[in-house]
């Protein structure tokens, strides 16, 4: 049983962390109608940064800061340069233009700042807590990442439902005509869709380096799962994106815990399970029936 | 009508796309407060006409003027805060937002910054004192309105907004004739006693006309007859040709 | 007689073998072994873009294929020592079966959900080499064996020989490509891609429609795999990363969606950028980590700026510039459009990435600002 807790506490850890980059898909899907495939590169940039400000300025939280600020700039202007004036073309092009995006951004992080692993520091202990004697599987950092999260996730929740800004961005997501015939800049809200989706990037990759080490690609096994559970949440989402993330979390968890070394090896095969059987029964994704019919 | 400057001038207006010219040398004119009622058969324009005057569709030749100032060639946001709102065929309200939602999308459209929050609810306390059923909805999805209710919604937005031109493409459409006279007289109402310029498109012609100060009917683009409503209505030829009635 | 008639098809396969067989006897070693690599290329992007352009599926995965077909081509050469051309044909049947296994469950899936599942499946088929190393060799792979034909005498170089057979492979695999769009299986592939409803409403089984296309571009992948097998001589998990599935896509796009020259542009693309990109790199004695990267970095610009400049794609900038001189009817090549030409404005391609349901357009582009 002891056991069972400790993968449930890290599944949901790992969990958090998915649930933020599937919550930035999201984000990018509702507004834009694009999947970004450069979202991953794009948090390991920003980790990049964070990892030069930290020891630039010696301090965690100034790098934590700087990430997060940077990954929304980054998403801006991503949006700005590149995406936009994709729009309106053939879709699939948009997909290949973020792909580019990802491939020019791991290319420049190896330029700039090398391609071998670094380490990344944690905000606070790693150490296993415990209860009593009872090691919980969990260390103070955990819930920090838990934490950071959840706070960061109902920040936006509560933004956008009772904020003006957050209506203009709900509007324009559900009928960008109606939208923009109301007065609503549409281009703006979308730009800042994309920051707030920068934003959640950066967040998972400052929270998720300690763990795996910081390199070119290290975001790109995190953006796959981070994918998956967006898809097995329904990207129209935004809860789907968290309940995706927890889940999958969870139950690479209990695969790589139970099924021993093999199960390290069998993780992809394992999210692939679930996604087949999520998607049979619900090829839109859980949440899917959410999706209210237009007037 | 009245010797001021008329609210909407559209003048020898060409919109299309690509290679298809849907309006083709198109003028209207529309006095202060005043209900002009665009017909045609399907296909004529009506809809494009719409469009390119909110800045959907951006015209390739001719002008707008509005309260004769030129505002030709804006885009749909930029129409919308010089004081032209267009609800288009189908989609008057976002489905996916409550009812007060929807209003206070209306008021986004408001020109300059700073609107102090006991404005904002006095203009919902307009709205909802003369719609009673939406006061009792309002924090309801507008998904879950019937049809009447949806098009009060439209008209109601449309009040928050205060806007000084009204598009509406089919207001009535798919409505049950009993609603639609209800969505007609709302529509009345905001050019009266609001001062709003409405421009309606309807297919339903003799319901059109019968609110309307002027009429003008296009046909394949081109504007075949513009006249007050009484003179269109009696013209029997023209309404059996054009019209269908 | 239309631009894609068999006559004509057959004769360009015909000129550009010969082309691809001069070549190889008057370029080195290396040349040789790139043109194997286009070719292998040119097998699997034929494939994908006929599942994603024409019958508007969106695979992230058929890296897989190409791992399916490869190790059921190492497993075969070592332990029962067929033939090539045996192998190969059981390689693609193997794919073919498994590309039936995927259409069918990915038939209900649509835009992103499909990309997602395909996505998924790309990363997760090759790390079945690493859960099982008794059968797959784990990291290390496996070795195969391939010589040149007797016939051909002692001195013959491999590498041209491969580059002979892969070259094969890819032409006859394009003029099937070619007779099967202008079938009326592509008729119906085109038809589910435009509306499934309409197509469904017409007479179309759209899920046998869709299933095939799987099935079809599994097999084109299937033997791009086994071509790749022989050609490197080694088939280990490394080779099929999600990179390569991604490559493909990207291939497709490039090249022009939909379009089989697309492929073959495509190819070019994703095979000699890159190895052009590190040989300037290199050339200007940089820092290892630095010259690595300069390529990469430089890969995701082109591809960047080949869309924004190009959005149909390497044969749309060849077909407008043929249209400009005038030459052929503005359909050569052109897989995607009904013979009687009503083609759909680019930004309708709904099908690829919005599953169902109303997306916003939140830039409309019909004469808008």
Redesign the interface.
């Known amino acids: 049983m002891v056991e069972f807790l400790q993968f449930t506490l890290s599944g949901l850890s790992f969990g958090m962390i998915y649930a933020a980059i599937a919550l930035s898909l999201v984000l990018i899907w509702r507004g834009t109608r694009l999947l970004n495939f450069a979202q991953g590169g794009m948090a390991m940039f920003t980790t990049y940064i964070a990892i030069e400000v930290i020891h630039g300025t010696g301090s965690y939280w100034a790098g934590f800061v700087v990430a997060l600020a940077a990954g929304a700039v980054l998403g801006a202007v991503a949006e700005l340069a590149v995406v936009r004036p994709a729009l309106g073309k053939p879709e699939l092009n948009a997909v290949i233009i973020t792909i580019g995006l990802l491939i020019l951004i791991e290319g420049l992080a190896g330029i700039f700042y090398g391609g071998q692993y670094r380490s990344f520091p944690a905000a606070f202990s790693v150490i296993g807590l415990r209860a009593g004697s009872t090691p919980l599987g969990v260390s103070r950092f955990d819930l920090f990442v838990a934490a950071a999260v959840l706070a960061t996730t109902l920040l936006l929740a509560v933004g956008f439902r009772y904020t003006s800004a957050g209506l203009r961005m709900r509007a324009a997501a559900f009928n960008a005509t109606v939208a923009r015939l109301s007065g609503i800049r549409v281009a703006r809200v979308i730009t800042l869709g994309w920051a707030l989706a920068g934003l959640l990037g950066a967040l998972a990759g400052v929270l998720v380096s300690p763990s795996t080490f910081l390199f070119p690609n290290s975001m790109d096994s995190i953006f796959v799962l981070g994918f998956t559970a967006a898809v097995i949440g329904g990207l129209d989402s935004p809860l789907g994106a968290v309940v995706g993330g927890l889940l999958l979390g969870l139950v690479l968890s209990y695969a790589g815990g139970y099924l021993g070394s093999q199960g390290s090896n069998l993780t992809p095969l394992v999210a692939l399970g679930i996604l087949v059987v999520v998607l049979m029964l619900r090829p839109d994704g859980i949440f899917s029936g959410t999706r209210v019919r237009r007037v | 009508m009245s010797s001021e400057t008329p609210s909407l001038v559209v003048e020898d207006l060409v919109?299309?796309?690509?290679e298809v010219i849907a309006l083709d040398k198109v003028t209207i004119t529309a006095g202060a407060a005043s209900i002009t009622a665009v017909l045609g058969a399907n296909g004529a324009g009506k809809t494009t006409l719409l469009r390119a005057i909110?800045?959907?569709?951006?015209?390739?030749a001719g002008r707008i003027l509005l309260d004769g100032a030129e505002r030709t060639?804006?885009?749909?946001?930029a129409m919308?805060?010089a004081g032209i709102?267009?609800?288009?065929e189908?989609?008057?309200?976002?489905?996916?937002?409550t009812v007060e939602?929807n209003l206070?999308?209306?008021m986004?459209?408001?020109p300059g910054i700073g609107w102090r929050r006991t404005e904002r609810a006095a203009a919902l306390a307009e709205a909802y004192d003369r719609f009673g059923p939406l006061a009792d909805r309002r924090r309801k999805?507008?998904?879950t309105l019937s049809g009447g209710e949806?098009q009060m919604l439209v008209i109601a937005r449309a009040l928050v907004?205060r806007p000084r031109v009204l598009l509406l493409d089919e207001p009535s459409l798919g409505l049950a004739p009993r609603i639609m006279t209800q969505v007609m007289d709302m529509v009345v109402r905001l050019s009266r006693e609001n001062g709003i310029t409405i421009v309606l498109v309807e297919q339903n012609a003799r319901g059109a006309l019968a609110i309307a100060d002027r009429g003008v009917v296009l046909n394949l683009g081109r504007v075949v007859a513009s006249a007050d409503a009484a003179t269109l209505a009696a013209d029997v030829a023209l309404r059996h040709h054009y019209l269908g009635f | 007689m239309t631009a894609l008639s068999t006559p004509r098809v057959l004769g360009a396969a015909l000129v550009t073998a010969v082309v691809v067989v001069i070549l190889s006897i008057q370029l080195n070693t290396f040349r040789d072994y790139q043109i194997a690599e286009i070719a292998i290329e040119v097998t699997a992007v034929a494939g994908l873009t006929v599942l994603t352009g024409l019958s508007g599926q969106i695979s992230l995965g058929n890296g897989a294929f190409m791992a399916i077909g490869a190790y059921a081509t190492a497993l075969l050469t070592l332990h029962l020592n067929w033939p090539f051309y045996v192998v190969l044909v059981v390689s693609a049947l193997v794919t073919a079966a498994a590309g039936g296994v995927v259409g069918v469950a990915a038939a209900r899936l649509r835009g992103p959900y499909l990309a997602g599942a395909t996505l998924l499946l790309g990363v997760a088929l090759p790390s079945l080499a690493e859960a099982y190393p008794g059968v797959f060799g784990g990291d290390q792979g496996l070795d195969v064996n391939f010589t040149t034909p007797g016939f051909l005498g002692v001195n013959f170089p491999l590498t041209r020989w491969q580059a002979w057979v892969c070259s094969a492979v890819a032409l006859v695999t394009l003029v099937l490509l070619a007779n099967l769009g202008r079938s009326r299986v592509g008729r119906n592939w085109r038809a589910v891609r435009d509306d499934e409803v309409a197509a469904a409403l017409a007479g179309v089984n759209v899920a046998r429609a869709r299933i095939l296309a799987f099935v079809v571009s599994a097999t084109c992948a299937g033997m791009a795999g086994a071509l790749l097998a022989i050609v490197t001589g080694l088939v280990a998990p490394g080779a099929f990363t999600i990179t390569l599935s991604i490559a493909l896509l990207t291939a497709a796009v490039i090249g022009g969606l939909g379009t089989l020259p697309g492929a073959v542009w495509g190819s070019l693309v994703i095979v000699l950028v890159p190895t052009y990109a590190t040989d300037v790199a290199t050339s200007h004695g940089l820092s290892s980590s630095v010259a690595s990267n300069i390529p990469v970095a430089a890969y995701g610009a082109v591809l960047i700026a080949v869309m924004l400049v190009f959005p149909q794609g390497i044969q749309g900038a060849v077909r407008w510039i043929a249209g400009l001189l005038g030459i052929t009817s503005a359909r050569s090549g052109r897989l995607v459009s009904a013979p009687e030409g009503d083609e759909l404005p680019p930004s309708r391609h709904q099908a690829l990435l919005t599953p169902g349901g109303d997306p916003p357009d939140p830039h409309e582009k019909e004469d808008t600002q």
């Open positions: 919109a299309g796309y690509g909110s800045g959907i569709v951006r015209p390739r060639g804006r885009g749909p946001e919308a805060r709102a267009h609800v288009p189908g989609q008057g309200v976002i489905a996916e937002l939602e206070r999308i209306g986004m459209s408001w999805l507008a998904a949806r907004a």
